[in-house]
């Protein structure tokens, strides 16, 4: 008579982007040769998970007895990469050999197995119990290490365990020594890290401050253009500083990308402040916008909900540059390879700064620029007319006067000018929970469409003889005229913020747009006609 095949069900989940989905784990054991195979597309770690979960079961005291082992990944037509599975494979045994008797229907277990029988931390671990969660399991079985960034999806009716080792999980699962669960989500709204850089630090440049404050009100990308010395980084690091506190949501987004790209860390285990990141100008396209033979997210993604800032804006390749131009549309990029296509998000804001020549001293009133004219024109010129046209404020930052340096009135801390940036970006998020948006809470003026154009930012005929004006003077395309009026209205919700108006004005929330709102968002976007 033919031996009788023993079969058990386990759940885990693995990574796709940044998202988990759930991997139903099939194992068939029958008594015969010693034998052990893996099917459903898994990559080459996981084929070469035998010999861990061999070893590391025999090493903490609980060997697997000989038999015939077949291992079915499903959905068996997606590919599966990652060694978080091996925890979910080696209770699947288990449960089919016999060794321990459990419901597994409402469970799911992630982690690597170590040759020692310890529980190895995983990359993702927040997206894949977030995806188990979603699929209906209620105890989430997670390395010890990952177990604190897990925690962030935790909710009332679901229990997360960290689990060290295979022994510490066979006591749990048997009932001979329970793990502590996690009580409680870590998260708390509005907690944010306290910075070093402040406003206040910044002495002088008045104009390129209101820029700024201005990009921050409406999620607006910005170019910084002026001489070495002039505050362009100082002032770019400080951005960060005024942006509103994050979400809930925006850090669980952000607290993935890391998790995904392996770089959570111990101290920081999810994302509580808005992301800055700097990268040199060396890097290639695929680290800047995201790639490689296994797709990865790059600096725009890992920039998601907070700040890119591009340092010497012309020095870095322009593969690269140009390689951005979708992703700031889309507010995602999407990576195609044989194995499929992964999005990423990478809603960003977009800092640059530059000199204005490649000396730095251009139009400097100490006139120290020994830059030829064709030098000055091909430095300039690896910036392409359509990246321009992509960003929305340009500002130029003459060099300090003595007077500016020893000036003791520097203006306003971060802390006072975030309390009207987010009173501002309220206006519009108002704006756009009338509208009938349900992701309005992520939705700022930069992000406005040519219907809600036409919504919120409509002309009297006053505006309409300005803007005209501004449109042939200085030549402006179908998008950089869209700019304009998106700037002109976070420029409208501040001044109603600063006084006090921020009810509905004419129809629409925060006020219809005047001609000097018009009239100072054209002047923040005329650099690109003065230096190209």
Same mark, same amino acid.
């Given at each position: 008579?033919?031996?009788?095949?023993?079969?058990?069900? /386990?759940?885990?989940?693995? $990574?796709?982007?940044?998202?988990?989905?759930?991997?139903?784990?099939?194992?068939?054991?029958?008594?015969?040769?010693?034998?052990?195979?893996?099917?459903?597309?898994?990559?080459?770690?996981?084929?070469?998970?035998?010999?861990?979960?061999?070893?590391?079961?025999?090493?903490?005291?609980?060997?697997?007895?000989?038999?015939?082992?077949?291992?079915?990944?499903?959905?068996?037509?997606?590919?599966?990469?990652?060694?978080?599975?091996?925890?979910?494979?080696?209770?699947?045994?288990?449960?089919?050999?016999?060794?321990?008797?459990?419901? *597994?229907?409402?469970?799911?277990?992630?982690?690597?197995?170590?040759?020692?029988?310890?529980?190895?931390?995983?990359?993702?671990?927040?997206?894949? /119990?977030?995806?188990?969660?979603?699929? @209906?399991?209620?105890?989430?079985?997670?390395?010890?290490?990952?177990?604190?960034?897990?925690?962030?999806?935790?909710?009332?009716?679901? *229990?997360?365990?960290?689990?060290?080792?295979?022994?510490?999980?066979?006591?749990?699962?048997?009932?001979?020594?329970?793990?502590?669960?996690?009580?409680?989500?870590?998260?708390?709204?509005?907690?944010?890290?306290?910075?070093?850089?402040?406003?206040? &630090?910044?002495?002088?440049?008045?104009?390129?401050?209101?820029?700024?404050? *201005?990009?921050?009100?409406?999620?607006?990308?910005?170019?910084?253009?002026?001489?070495?010395?002039?505050?362009?980084?100082?002032?770019?690091?400080?951005?960060?500083?005024?942006?509103?506190?994050?979400?809930?949501?925006?850090?669980?987004?952000?607290?993935?990308?890391?998790?995904?790209?392996? !770089?959570?860390?111990? &101290?920081?285990?999810?994302?509580?402040?808005?992301?800055?990141?700097?990268?040199?100008?060396?890097?290639?396209?695929?680290?800047?916008?995201? @790639?490689?033979?296994?797709?990865?997210?790059?600096?725009?993604?890992?920039?998601?909900?907070?700040?890119?800032?591009?340092?010497?804006?012309?020095?870095?390749?322009?593969?690269?540059?140009?390689?951005?131009?979708?992703?700031?549309?889309?507010?995602?990029? /999407?990576?195609?390879?044989?194995?499929?296509?992964? $999005?990423?998000?990478?809603?960003? !804001?977009?800092? %640059?700064?530059?000199?204005? %020549?490649? %000396?730095?001293?251009?139009?400097?009133?100490?006139?120290?620029? $020994?830059?030829?004219? *064709?030098?000055?024109?091909?430095?300039?010129?690896?910036?392409?007319?359509? !990246?321009?046209?992509?960003?929305?404020?340009?500002?130029? !930052?003459?060099?300090?006067?003595?007077?500016?340096?020893?000036?003791?009135?520097?203006?306003?801390?971060? &802390?006072?000018?975030? @309390?009207?940036?987010?009173?501002?970006?309220?206006?519009?998020?108002?704006?756009?929970?009338?509208?009938?948006?349900?992701?309005?809470?992520?939705?700022?003026?930069?992000?406005?469409?040519?219907?809600?154009?036409?919504?919120?930012?409509?002309? &009297?005929?006053?505006? /309409?003889?300005?803007?005209?004006?501004?449109?042939?003077?200085?030549?402006?395309?179908?998008?950089?005229?869209?700019?304009?009026?998106?700037?002109?209205?976070?420029?409208?919700?501040?001044?109603?913020?600063?006084?006090?108006?921020? @009810?509905?004005?004419?129809?629409?929330?925060?006020?219809?747009?005047?001609?000097?709102?018009?009239?100072?968002?054209?002047?923040?976007?005329?650099?690109?006609?003065?230096?190209?």
């Amino acid at each position: 008579m033919e031996e009788r095949t023993v079969l058990s069900v /386990t759940y885990t989940a693995a $990574t796709f982007g940044t998202d988990g989905y759930e991997v139903i784990v099939e194992c068939s054991s029958r008594k015969g040769l010693p034998d052990f195979e893996i099917v459903g597309l898994p990559d080459a770690a996981i084929r070469e998970s035998e010999k861990r979960i061999y070893t590391g079961s025999e090493n903490s005291g609980y060997p697997i007895p000989p038999s015939d082992i077949s291992i079915n990944l499903a959905p068996a037509d997606k590919k599966k990469e990652g060694t978080a599975i091996e925890l979910a494979v080696l209770v699947a045994i288990y449960c089919t050999t016999g060794m321990i008797q459990c419901r *597994t229907d409402d469970k799911s277990f992630i982690g690597e197995i170590s040759f020692s029988g310890e529980i190895r931390g995983v990359r993702g671990a927040l997206g894949m /119990t977030i995806a188990a969660i979603n699929s @209906g399991r209620r105890e989430i079985f997670v390395p010890y290490d990952n177990v604190r960034e897990a925690s962030v999806a935790y909710r009332d009716g679901i *229990t997360i365990y960290g689990v060290r080792d295979i022994r510490s999980l066979i006591g749990h699962l048997t009932g001979r020594a329970p793990l502590d669960p996690v009580r409680s989500n870590p998260y708390t709204d509005g907690i944010d890290f306290l910075s070093r850089e402040d406003f206040f &630090d910044v002495k002088g440049q008045h104009r390129a401050k209101r820029a700024m404050i *201005t990009a921050a009100a409406g999620g607006h990308n910005i170019l910084l253009i002026g001489p070495p010395g002039s505050g362009k980084s100082m002032l770019a690091k400080r951005l960060p500083t005024i942006l509103p506190k994050m979400s809930y949501e925006e850090s669980l987004e952000s607290t993935k990308i890391y998790s995904c790209a392996g !770089m959570l860390t111990e &101290d920081e285990p999810f994302v509580l402040r808005r992301p800055f990141r700097s990268p040199h100008y060396s890097l290639s396209t695929a680290a800047l916008v995201g @790639g490689g033979k296994i797709p990865q997210p790059g600096e725009i993604s890992l920039s998601h909900n907070g700040v890119l800032f591009l340092d010497e804006f012309p020095e870095f390749r322009k593969d690269a540059l140009e390689g951005l131009r979708q992703p700031i549309e889309d507010k995602c990029v /999407t990576i195609t390879r044989a194995a499929g296509r992964v $999005t990423y998000p990478s809603s960003f !804001m977009l800092v %640059c700064a530059m000199n204005p %020549c490649k %000396c730095g001293y251009y139009g400097s009133r100490n006139g120290k620029c $020994t830059c030829k004219p *064709t030098e000055i024109r091909d430095y300039l010129g690896r910036i392409s007319g359509p !990246m321009l046209d992509r960003i929305d404020i340009q500002v130029e !930052m003459p060099e300090l006067a003595f007077g500016e340096l020893t000036d003791g009135d520097r203006g306003e801390h971060s &802390d006072e000018i975030r @309390g009207r940036v987010e009173a501002a970006r309220q206006l519009s998020r108002e704006r756009f929970r009338l509208a009938g948006y349900e992701n309005y809470a992520t939705l700022s003026n930069a992000l406005m469409q040519t219907h809600e154009l036409e919504a919120f930012c409509s002309l &009297d005929e006053q505006c /309409t003889k300005i803007m005209e004006a501004v449109f042939e003077k200085i030549n402006l395309s179908a998008r950089g005229y869209d700019r304009i009026l998106r700037v002109a209205r976070t420029l409208c919700d501040m001044e109603a913020v600063e006084k006090g108006q921020t @009810g509905e004005t004419d129809g629409i929330i925060g006020g219809r747009i005047k001609k000097q709102h018009i009239m100072e968002a054209a002047q923040m976007r005329v650099l690109d006609r003065k230096y190209w």
